[in-house]
């Protein structure tokens, strides 16, 4: 009787700490959640096309406003002027050089993105978080190198760029039916493309509402402005810039349904969403490609046209609203930003090139650019640094327009050479004076933090080899005969 009587009082001591414990926890739970993430990324559009960066003839308000209600970043870098390069570093943190990514990866790939990397969608797995993504992949074709294979557990989208068809331009390449995957399967071929921003749109929402109650991220990778350009029949000859101005309508459209669903379910004060593009516009493609307005160049070199993207980041109630970084900062910083803001350790046994963002983003008085240093390179040729407002271009060539094309074909471009010449960017945006004999100190330490980055990532002009790279996935057993694969594209075909 004493026994029970004990075991009872023991028992109601249980059930009261139980209770108080759940009582805790569900108090605790909205400062546990981590936040969502959004990642929205466009493929070859300039720094000037969007309405808050002076676009002319493209209205876009969602944009607009989402400027208004965040932070827009003016010194925003990819970390390559080309698709897969670029995309590379942003799920990795890390330069394409240090990873083996580089270029415009072709149909049957033989390389991809190494199953070692760290992708931000695998760093948040280890955080509980679902995982998405929806749109442009291009890091390798093979299901060994998908989305699903790196940490994504949804995805839908064309495997690599949408110009990547027998239709292309240039008939010398041949490529297959233009794939459509969902997870690892091929589900369609040769997509009408007027729908792939909406298609892309309706997935993204409705991932959002099946995961509102958990925390996720969610990788958006638009195809367009990229050519060959597709709008929606509702988009088409809305803007005064043509069909280009017509897609990034219906981009912006896209970005306009995705922040007013977080709104509309209450996740607008716990999710980050970023957008930005891949690289600048191709402008051989004419009235087809973008424009990078004051900024030098486009696609395909590291001038600030090519590299420099229209960048904003949201999260009301965090970032401070309608305020401007003027900071050096880069897709590289999107994943150690996120590993900081969710609570999720780094792995130690690497190097990420990439550094928090947070104290810029949540507008700490006095931050700084993390960035020392922020090197600009043509696939393993190291041909400029940045630091601070100053930027050292090294010898080297690069593609120059000198017919535009039309209507989806391009026209032809020139090689030029140009370097060594210093530009300050804070005065001289263009890259037009180079004042290199007036500042003899800054160039000796920009060459400096340029050795150094030989040193470690490598230099084909000079060379060098990386000491600290590491190497692709490779495919171990490919099977049947794979068409060459480009590890530089041709800009002009
Ligand atoms: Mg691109």
Known sequence: MRVSAVFLRCLSVLALSFAA?????????????????????????????????????????????????GMRFTDFYAAQAVCSASRAALLTGCYPNRIGILGALFPKSKIGIHSNEMTIPMLLKSRGYSTAMFGKWHLGDSPEFLPTRHGFDEYYGLPYSNDMRPKHPNTNFNFPPLPVIEADRVIATNPDQSRLTGTYTDRAIRFIEAHRDTPFFLYVAHNMPHVPLYASERFRGRSQRGLYGDV?????????????????????????VIFTSDNGPWLVYGDHGGSAGPLREGKGTSFDGGMREPCIAWWPGKIPAGTVCREVAGTIDVLPTIARITGTPLPADRVIDGRDLSPLLFGTRGARSPHDAFFF???????????????????????????????GLPGRATTQKIGPALYHLDSDPGETRDVAANHPAV???????????????????????????????RLENPTGPLPAQASTPTLTP
Request: some cysteine.
């Open 21 to 69: 414990l759940q009582a805790t926890a569900a108090a605790a739970a909205p400062e546990k959640r981590p936040p969502n993430v959004v990642v929205i990324f466009t493929d070859d559009q300039g720094y000037q096309d969007v309405g808050c960066f002076g676009a002319k003839g493209i209205r876009t308000p969602n944009l607009d406003r989402m400027a208004a209600e």
């Open 443 to 473: 160039v000796r330490r920009l060459e400096a933090l340029a050795e150094a980055c030989r040193d470690d990532l490598g230099d084909s002009r000079t060379g060098r080899a990386g000491r600290r790279v590491r190497e692709p996935g």
């Open 248 to 272: 990034i309508e219906e981009i912006d459209d896209s970005v306009g349904r995705i922040l007013q669903t977080l709104r509309q379910r209450g996740l607008d004060q716990s999710t980050l």
């Open 377 to 407: 390179y043509w696939d393993r040729e190291l041909q400029g640094v940045r630091s601070g407002p100053w930027k050292l271009h090294f010898p080297h060539s690069y593609p120059k327009p000198v017919v535009f094309g039309k209507e």
